[in-house]
């Protein structure tokens, strides 16, 4: 795993800026509600993929410090 | 020249942040704490063959290498408490990064007991 992964950084970046356009054409629409989920799918679907990655990190410590 | 790769990686990173921060700040949260994962696990890599070389050089200076492992599970506890705690603390939830803080220390404590034990057993030795 020597190779940085910046693929993750830009995805995450890239769901941010498309919520933030999706959200002002909702509430430019009027649709306050919907536009409320969209905040909370977003949110979640970097939640998981951030997820993944800190159980990576704790895991590589982990292993590397001798911790069991 | 991998440092470059990495600075590079921190500044681009810091100018999305900005550029998100006013429009989404949940999402700017978790994209700075995975900066600091990515930045950390590609660093993963020459750390583990700077203690590898700690641990053969302790091996060829016939150390006990238990000493070497609990040092190195306190610095791995501390890293991780620090992680946690420094998360919290960017949320501005002080209380609940202090109490990640005590937590740390508690198990450094209890992970450096037998090495104390070690010592308070040598010190009353030393008295006749």
């Given amino acids: 795993m020597d190779v940085l992964r910046v693929d993750l950084l830009f995805q995450i970046a890239g769901i941010g800026i498309f919520i933030s356009v999706i959200n002002i054409v909702l509430k430019q629409a009027g649709k306050e509600e919907q536009a409320q989920m969209l905040t909370l799918v977003g949110v979640v679907i970097v939640l998981l993929l951030v997820l993944q990655l800190v159980a990576d990190l704790f895991e590589s410590i982990r292993t590397i410090f001798h911790i069991y | ?128």
């Fill in chain 2, 1 to 128: 020249m991998q440092i470059s790769q990495v600075v590079g990686l921190g500044v681009m990173t810091t100018i999305i942040i900005v550029f998100i921060r006013e429009s989404r700040p949940e999402i700017a949260r978790l994209l700075s704490l995975v900066a600091g994962v990515v930045i950390v696990l590609y660093l993963i890599h020459y750390l583990s063959m700077i203690i590898e070389l700690i641990f053969s050089m302790a091996k060829e200076a016939g150390m006990d290498s238990v000493y070497l492992t609990t040092l190195l599970r306190v610095i791995g506890i501390a890293y991780l408490a620090e992680f946690g705690s420094q998360i919290c603390r960017d949320a501005d939830e002080k209380n609940i990064a202090f109490k990640i803080e005590f937590a740390g220390k508690v198990m450094i404590l209890v992970i450096a007991i037998p090495i104390l034990v070690s010592v308070m057993e040598r010190i009353i030795g030393f008295i006749p």
